[in-house]
């Protein structure tokens, strides 16, 4: 009841805001009512560690012979730390809105709850039948978010590709649900079998731009900070717990080095991307792919904790960057809170995340390091930059005096779930790694000063509406498509037109005249 209880205070605060922009346009407290209504369900969240875990299950779908499941929540440790981080960032985003220049803005906020409700609804659901529903509704949102905010053609194309890959994610984890369907096992997240495992790191890979690698978000010029935020973490997150779900023994296959390798590699391009990005929220896809591929390296590791850990810390620490609009060197050192938490180090949220429950993966961990160093020198970077900030001083004194808090939220979050709550709290971790990393960070941070190649200028090749060399390799495999398409087409019109007759009648004469030559 309790899911139930936190999902409704969120969708019902979405509702009332609604209602009231269309039929109450002159009401004057719509941000204290939308901040007031995500507050009760961020305590209502905190309440679930009374009765965890929570268990949400309806009555099986009919016919029965085509739904083997029916949709089923399930909240533990893991979901609820999820859980926590989703409405976290969704009260910093309604609270820092009092100082951005779009104040008032209802309809973004309305956007925001609800797909906050249903990044929750992601994190606990139990099957893939639970799951497939709430990715088609995220993606249907976003899919019509970002047709509403993009006017460019070209740029149209890349939210629909974005679209087809996510759909594509859909599809592997329902292929995943039939082979456990066939071997006798509906499949679940708790009991998984060994010929679906890899199915489902594949479904997650896809979704957040890791396996194959590939930019699953298209130009953000429209989607900043506040609402952005929003959709792209809560995007991650729901793609992210299933990397968390997926148990350690259904990952044993032999091709599991090679993706492993595939994914390091993948980090390290996120980490590089990101290192060079000219401000944070130019790399923000890099960001997630790079903290996403860290999470699947877990998973492959038969660590699905640490999977979790760092799904948190993209959520927790991304989050608290990408919403630090003002040059406030007091909020800038406590940010640093936020590096803290994605260091690795010990009783940190992602202390877990360099713990392994195999062997024989040493060959990925030098480039999985690198990669590490890269995204927490980036995250100093960004945060160190004070030029890309706006500072807010013509807001009202009191949206100057609550910023401060909602950026506060999540960092002390992060703190929080480092110490208490789930199975990744209060962890010790791999300190010899985590040492390592923070040499290579601070080596980083030393050399970025003193080398070009570290510090490119704004508006380079590393901007995502930009063509990178992975841009041009699936933008080729677009043209292709259009082409095949068009000949397609040029084939039908010319069989369709006023000569379709005769080339009928031709082609009829040509398979009778082929077949006839066998006969005696």
């Not at 649900?177 to 071997?183: E, M, R």
Request: aromatic fraction near 12%; charge should be positive.
């Amino acid at each position: 009841m309790s899911i139930v209880i936190t999902f409704l205070i969120l969708f019902l605060t979405a509702v009332t805001l609604l209602v009231l922009r269309f039929f109450t346009p002159s009401f004057r407290h719509n941000w204290l009512f939308a901040v007031g209504g995500t507050l009760l369900a961020w305590i209502s969240a905190l309440i679930w560690q009374v009765s965890l875990p929570i268990n949400l299950r309806f009555t099986i779908w009919q016919p029965a012979l085509l739904f083997s499941q029916s949709p089923t929540f399930v909240a533990d440790g893991t979901s609820w730390a999820f859980v926590l981080s989703l409405i976290t960032l969704c009260l910093a985003i309604l609270v820092t809105a009092a100082v951005r220049p779009q104040f008032p803005s209802p309809v973004s906020w309305v956007g925001t709850l609800v797909l906050t409700s249903l990044g929750m609804l992601a994190v606990v659901a139990e099957n893939p039948l639970t799951l497939v529903l709430i990715w088609a509704a995220i993606d249907l949102v976003e899919l019509a978010t970002q047709i509403w905010f993009v006017q460019d053609t070209r740029l149209s194309e890349r939210v629909t590709i974005a679209f087809a890959s996510r759909a594509a994610g859909i599809l592997i984890l329902l292929w995943a649900d039939v082979i456990g369907s066939a071997s006798g096992q509906p499949l679940d997240f708790r009991l998984t079998s060994p010929q679906s495992g890899l199915f489902l790191v594949l479904a997650a890979g896809l979704r957040l731009g890791v396996l194959p690698l590939h930019l699953p978000y298209p130009s953000e010029s429209a989607l900043r900070r506040g609402f952005g935020t929003g959709l792209r973490m809560v995007s991650a997150a729901s793609s992210l717990i299933l990397l968390a779900r997926i148990p350690a023994t259904s990952i044993n296959s032999p091709l599991t080095p090679y993706l492993l390798i595939l994914v390091s590699l993948a980090a390290l391009y996120g980490g590089w991307m990101w290192l060079r990005a000219p401000d944070d929220l130019t790399g923000r896809p890099f960001w997630l792919i790079g903290m996403g591929s860290l999470a699947i390296a877990s998973t492959l590791r038969a660590n699905p904790v640490g999977a979790a850990a760092w799904g948190c810390a993209l959520i927790l620490a991304g989050g608290s960057l990408f919403l630090f609009s003002e040059p406030n060197r007091w909020l800038t050192r406590a940010l640093y809170v936020s590096v803290f938490g994605i260091s690795a180090l010990p009783f940190s949220i992602t202390s877990t995340g360099w713990l392994s429950g195999g062997t024989g993966y040493w060959l990925s961990f030098p480039v999985l390091i690198a990669a590490h160093a890269m995204l927490i020198a980036g995250y100093i970077r960004h945060l160190q930059r004070t030029l890309t900030r706006a500072s807010n001083e013509e807001q009202p004194i009191w949206g100057k005096n609550v910023y401060p808090f909602g950026i506060s939220l999540l960092f002390l979050t992060t703190i929080v779930l480092g110490l208490f709550g789930w199975s990744g709290a209060l962890k010790f971790g791999n300190l010899f790694v985590a040492i390592l990393t923070s040499i290579l960070t601070i080596g980083l941070l030393w050399l970025t000063p003193r080398l070009r190649i570290l510090s490119p200028v704004r508006a380079h090749w590393v901007r995502p509406e930009s063509a990178s060399w992975l841009d041009w390799g699936y933008r080729s495999l677009w043209e292709l498509y259009r082409l095949l398409g068009r000949i397609s087409n040029s084939f039908l019109n010319m069989l369709e037109g006023e000569s379709g007759l005769m080339w009928t009648l031709l082609f009829l004469v040509l398979f009778i005249t082929v077949f006839t030559q066998g006969t005696p």
